[in-house]
Structure formats: C-alpha cells, structure tokens
C-alpha cells in the first residue's frame, strides 16, 4: 500500500505491531511481515541458526541441539538459501581479466549411471575470473546454443579466456584471447591450467556430499549458497548473511 485510501497520502508509519499508520488521518493497516520475521523462534535462537547456518551444520544434526524439530530448521535454512540467491542474483556483473570457464555434473539426490548421458543429474557451468569470483549457472545440455548465452552476458569482451577442448568454445576468439589446455590422463599440458574453476567445483562438491544428495527443485539455492561462501571466504559469512537480512527487511518497509 503506497497511496493512502483515505486522505490520499504517501507518508506511512511502521509501527512495532507490524501495522502501517497514515501520517495524515491515522488509517492503519496490517502489512505482510519479512518470510524470516514470520517465524515463531526466538530472536536468540534465529542467530544461532543463522550461526550453524554459516558453519555449514546441516540442519538433521540439529535436532538435538535446537529447540524445535528437524522440519521448522530445514524451513529457516530454506529462508536463508532464498535470501542469498534473491541477492546474488540481483547483483550479477560481467567478469574480466583472465576468464576460466568449464562445465561439471553433480548427482541428484538418487544416484544412476555415471557420465554426461546420465539421467537425475545437474549440469552446471563454472565461469572464474582467477583472483577474485566465481559465477555458476546450472544449464540443460553443454551445447553451445546454451553456454554462448552465458558467455556473452556475464564476461566482457577482449578478456583471456582459458577452456579445454569442448567444441562448444570453438568462437571465443572472436570475442578475445582464446587458450586451450589440453590435458593427457587429466593432467594439463603445458604451463596453462583451468585449474581456478576445477577447484571451485571440489569446493563445491565438498559442500554437497554432507547432504547426501540435493533434489533437484532446491538445487539453484544450494549452489548459489556455495557460490556466495566462495566469494566471500575471506569474510565473516555471520555479519554479511545479517546484513542481508536486515537488507530484506528494510526492502519490505520501502515496499509499503
């Protein structure tokens, strides 16, 4: 509610109700609280989730530790894992410099048949300016129609992009300096490397195989939680996930 019915005004208070008042005429009016405000856990026990939360204590070994069960843990965390994707994909900006670029699958939540055909899988693509971020977009196939895409948004031309050998990569020259490390039993020839992004992606893994399988409706959450911890692991994940709260919050006040 942005305009007042009444007295046709656009000055609101937020009062500690959860209810907003006209300035003019005194209308109040009940407004939708934040998804984190909604629930019913203590202050005190909402950081402390958001503390195991950061530590990347899974929430079924909580159940004993938190004063409620397994389901309302999974339902805050699911809270979180929105609040950090909303954010990271709101603040999405083209990468530079020296570009690595490769694709990987990580297993569902039933694990089948092993390799790139296989069924139940989450394909991803990795791109990763070396010393500084990564950006990671699941995709349907390693097609080249699907990846270009990517490519052209989120990297700036004339960047020095290193790829293997994947025919989907073939016209990167024509946006910059293309190099291509070829590998013998996974090993890289050469002094070139795409070592970067192939670390990201046992980071990434690392992260996953405590839950013992992701389905694959929450999987974006997930890895873009993992790709919010590596960007920021140089930093204090605790402060930055409040603030990003605190941020949602004050967005929902403006909204009013």
């Given amino acids: ?67 409620c069960n397994q389901l309302t843990i999974q339902r805050c965390y699911r809270m979180l894992r929105e609040t950090i994707y909303g954010n990271t994909i709101k603040d999405l900006e083209p990468l530079s410099g020296e570009i690595e670029m490769d694709e990987t699958m990580f297993v569902g939540r039933r694990a089948g048949k092993r390799g790139w055909g296989a069924s139940g899988k989450n394909i991803v693509f990795g791109i990763y300016q070396r010393n500084g971020k990564v950006l990671t977009f699941p995709i349907s196939s390693r097609a080249r129609e699907t990846m270009m895409p990517f490519i052209t948004q989120y990297t700036i031309t004339e960047s020095l992009y290193y790829t293997d050998d994947w025919f989907a990569y073939t016209s990167l020259p024509i946006r910059g300096n293309h190099v291509v490390v070829l590998k013998d039993k996974g090993v890289p020839k050469g002094r070139d490397h795409i070592n970067g992004i192939e670390g990201f992606w046992s980071f990434a893994k690392h992260w996953l195989y405590q839950y013992r399988g992701i389905h694959q409706t929450y999987f974006p959450l997930y890895l873009k939680e993992i790709e919010w911890r590596f960007n920021h692991r140089k930093e204090n994940l605790v402060i930055l996930l409040r603030r990003l709260l605190n941020q949602q919050i004050s967005i929902v006040k403006e909204q009013i």
């Fill in 1 to 67: 509610m942005k305009t007042c019915p009444r007295y046709g005004s656009k000055k609101w208070w937020y009062l500690s109700t959860d209810q907003i008042r006209c300035s003019q005429c005194g209308l109040t009016r009940k407004v939708s609280k934040n998804l984190w405000k909604k629930s019913r856990l203590s202050p005190y026990w909402k950081g402390r989730l958001i503390e195991y939360f950061c530590l990347g204590v899974p929430a079924y070994r909580l159940r004993f530790q938190v004063p």
